[in-house]
């Protein structure tokens, strides 16, 4: 059995913000940006994509929403502090509620 290789990546000055898939499989699937290292960054959503083993993605295939993003986790993420994958579900759900609330209202 091989043994998972460890993941690597800095934090980014978008660590903490929500971001959705433009290309992919996933394609319009909503993560929170946990990570960049050389040109990719690594996302995570607290269920398939945990903290441990983030999802890379190249930057063009990503929409970065910069509102509505948890200034606590945020902040955490970006000191290197504990942040847990059920915070990053559960922001993630609420960011998910707010937008469909928002265009049920137009």
Do not use: W
Not at 42 to 51: N, Q, R
Not at 75 to 97: F, G, M, N, P, S
């Amino acid at each position: 059995m091989k043994k998972p290789k460890e993941i690597y990546y800095e934090t980014s000055a978008d660590a903490g913000l929500f971001a959705t898939s433009l290309a992919g499989h996933d394609c319009g699937q909503t993560y929170m940006v946990v990570g960049e290292y050389e040109g990719y960054i690594y996302l995570a959503d607290g269920k398939s994509k945990t903290l441990k083993r983030p999802k890379r993605k190249n930057k063009k295939h990503l929409q970065l929403i910069k509102r509505g993003y948890p200034a606590d986790i945020r902040e955490r993420l970006a000191a290197r502090q504990t942040v847990r994958d059920e915070e990053i579900r559960l922001a993630i759900k609420q960011y998910e509620r707010e937008r469909a609330t928002c265009q049920n209202q137009t």
